[in-house]
Each structure stands twice: as C-alpha cells, then as structure tokens.
C-alpha cells in the first residue's frame, strides 16, 4: 500500500510539473503575441501561431497522466479532485494558448498599416493576465485558495479596460469610418484577452475546489 501511495505522490508531482510547464508557456506566448501587436512584427507572429502545435502536445500529454491516473489509481475525494482539477486547469491554459495565436493572427491583419491609436490598455491588459497566470500557477502548487480568488478581482481590472477600449474605439469608428476595420482588429485582440482573464478566473476556481470540494463562481 505505501509503496503504490508513494506511486501515486510521484505521479501527481510530474501532474504539477507538467502544468506549470504549460503555464509557463502560456505566459510566454502571451507576452509575445501582444509584443507583435505593439511592434507590428509579422514575422514573430506567425511564430506564435506555429508554435502553438508544442502547447496542443503538452496538454495532449497532460491529458493522458489524467486518464491513466483515474483508471489505474481510482483516487478518491482530495485526490480525485486534483487530478480532475489537474485536467480542467490544463485545457485552459491550451485555451489561453489557442486565444494567443487569435491575437498574432489580428496582428498580420493589421500589418503594417499606421495604428489608429497607441496601443496602451491591451498591453496593461495582458500584463494582468500573466500575473494572473502567475498567481495561479503558486496557487495550485500552494494549494491555496485564498490567493487562487484574490484571481477574481484582478480580472475586473482586466473587464475594466476592455469596456475602455471598448468606448474609445466606438468613438473612433463614429468620427471616422476610415477606422472601422481596424478598429474592429482592436476589439478583437481586446476581446481575446478579455477573454484569457475568464480562463484564469476559472483556473482559480478549479483550485478552490480542489481545497474546499465545493465549485465556486468567481465569474460573477
């Protein structure tokens, strides 16, 4: 029994290690994918967007320690739930990924062509989701759940700016239509990272339930 126990520990630490390599990544192709958009560098981009194959691998791989951890292990209560949880954190994150690619996509749209206006609150904008990645990346090694919902008002701050880009860019279109369809890439990449702070919001919620065994809609 010790030994099949100690088996199983092992196997959820290469779970934890494997996940937070996914973060990792995650953050790391956020932050270039809003660099793109911010330099208007096609060429990284489309980097972005190729490289996206290594995050669908990794979470393919998570997936299949989830599987074969159930099926050969039958954990049950805390245990159950951090594998399930371990799971669910991993899609979105590849979600997150898949949302990042959608953003070096907008940015080979808009090509070389003169921005509209600076680009200030996405970039602001991505730098909460990466803190917020980052906060609940320790969150789920912690398992803290305290730190996990701390997630849920940062992604405020994130719904904030983007109902501001929202507005800003509106009035842009309505003075001069000559705007609208770059204006439209905006709210695009706006809406992505928008987007991305939801998927953190429920990472964290997979965290709480993991700790407490209840499902909490941090959402709201």
């Not at 290690?17 to 489309?46: C, D, F, H, K, P």
């Not at 972005?48 to 292990?73: F, H, P, S, W, Y």
């Not at 809406?191 to 939801?198: I, S, T, V, W």
Request: aromatic fraction near 4%.
């Amino acid at each position: 029994m010790a030994a099949t126990r100690q088996q199983f520990d092992n196997a959820l630490e290469d779970l934890r290690r494997r996940i937070m390599e996914l973060g990792t990544l995650v953050e790391e192709r956020i932050a270039l994918s809003v660099g793109t958009l911010y330099s208007q560098n096609t060429e990284t981009a489309n980097s972005v967007i190729t490289g996206d194959q290594q995050l669908n691998r990794l979470q393919n791989l998570i997936e299949d320690k989830c599987i074969l951890l159930i099926a050969t292990q039958q954990p049950l209560a805390r245990d159950l739930r951090k594998v399930v949880a371990g799971f669910k954190i991993s899609m979105h994150l590849e979600r997150m990924g898949d949302l990042a690619v959608n953003l070096a996509k907008v940015t080979i749209r808009i090509g070389k062509e003169k921005l509209i206006k600076p680009l200030i609150d996405i970039p602001r904008m991505s730098t909460i989701v990466q803190e917020m990645i980052a906060k609940g990346l320790t969150a789920y090694i912690r398992e803290d759940a305290a730190l996990a919902e701390e997630m849920s008002e940062m992604d405020h701050e994130v719904d904030d700016l983007y109902a501001q880009i929202f507005r800003e860019l509106l009035i842009l279109m309505m003075s001069d239509p000559r705007t609208i369809n770059q204006a439209n890439h905006l709210l695009f990449a706006a809406h992505h990272m928008e987007r991305m702070g939801d998927y953190c919001t429920n990472i964290a919620e997979e965290i709480v339930y993991i700790v407490k065994g209840n499902r909490a809609d941090l959402n709201q």
